[in-house]
């Protein structure tokens, strides 16, 4: 019998095969002002950071592409930087390109160390991240391709790692505060550099940072480093479950739609 639900979750994981419960009856009570006064402190105490150490190993980071990419994705065994895609071996590049000529080619002139940024391979800090957010409503976005405000949600996946799943890979990981190619972003290249960066990326309490930073990973993320590979419904699902089999990966697949749903 599968221990996954047909979402692709642990059964008592998924909101949808097992929502949460109801409370049947909510109790209405007389709150005095010494009890306010008591529970205002509690919540002022409570809200104050508790210094608890943050699991930057744990971070998960989110790469996007068209579905139409994963074929190819799948069947090299790895995600590839833009420089890879496009080196001289190779005849053409993603069959979707999602970013626009303007910022692939900033991309391509702006250093870390030793290496332009399109060496890297791109990721999210956020299933929430901005540019995904425009791909999601179908906004215009300077790093976007014009076309792709034609395209729908439901027609890319989310490729999901973690930092110590990258690491592990032997993975080089480069954290920029902001859009890789934007001339004041500030990149942490080296490893204890990158991990305080993180940090401070998972205490920023506006969340805003997470929305827009980005993980930078040198040359090529293999296929066997992802935790997850996120799709928008359970058809999409079996059909990438059935790429991986072709391939003989094993990946885990798991339709969440609120990930692909406009924002």
Same mark, same amino acid.
């Given at each position: ?143 976007? +391709?014009?076309?792709? /405000? %034609? ?11 973690? &930092? @110590? =799943? #990258? ?45 827009? +930073?980005?993980?930078? /990973? %040198? ?11 996120? &799709? @928008? =419904? #359970? ?29």
């Amino acid at each position: 019998m599968s221990d996954e639900c047909r979402h692709g979750f642990e059964p008592e994981l998924c909101a949808v095969c097992n929502p949460p419960k109801v409370p049947e009856k909510i109790v209405a009570t007389r709150v005095t002002t010494a009890t306010r006064t008591t529970q205002s402190n509690s919540v002022n105490r409570g809200s104050k950071k508790q210094g608890k150490p943050v699991r930057v190993d744990q971070q998960r980071l989110y790469h996007v592409t068209h579905t139409r990419n994963l074929p190819a994705i799948l069947a090299g065994g790895s995600i590839l930087c833009d420089d890879l895609l496009h080196d001289a071996d190779r005849t053409e590049g993603a069959e979707v390109a999602l970013s626009s000529e303007e910022n692939r080619a900033a991309r391509r002139r702006i250093m870390i160390d030793d290496a332009a940024v399109s060496a890297y391979v791109p990721f999210f800090l956020s299933p929430d991240a901005s540019v995904w957010g425009s791909i999601r409503s179908r906004e215009p976005n300077v790093r976007l +391709a014009s076309d792709i /405000v %034609r395209t729908s949600p439901t027609d890319y996946v989310m490729l999901v790692a973690t &930092v @110590a =799943s #990258i690491r592990a890979a032997d993975g080089d990981i480069v954290i920029a505060d902001g859009d890789a190619a934007a001339g004041l972003t500030r990149f942490a290249s080296e490893p204890d550099q990158a991990d305080r960066m993180l940090a401070r990326v998972a205490l920023d309490d506006s969340g805003e940072l997470k929305l827009v +930073a980005e993980a930078l /990973v %040198r040359g090529e993320v293999p296929v066997s480093a992802l935790s997850i590979i996120g &799709v @928008a =419904s #359970i058809k999409q699902r079996e059909r990438v479950k059935q790429q991986l089999a072709d391939v003989g990966l094993h990946t885990k697949v798991a339709a969440h739609q609120p990930w692909f749903v406009a924002q």
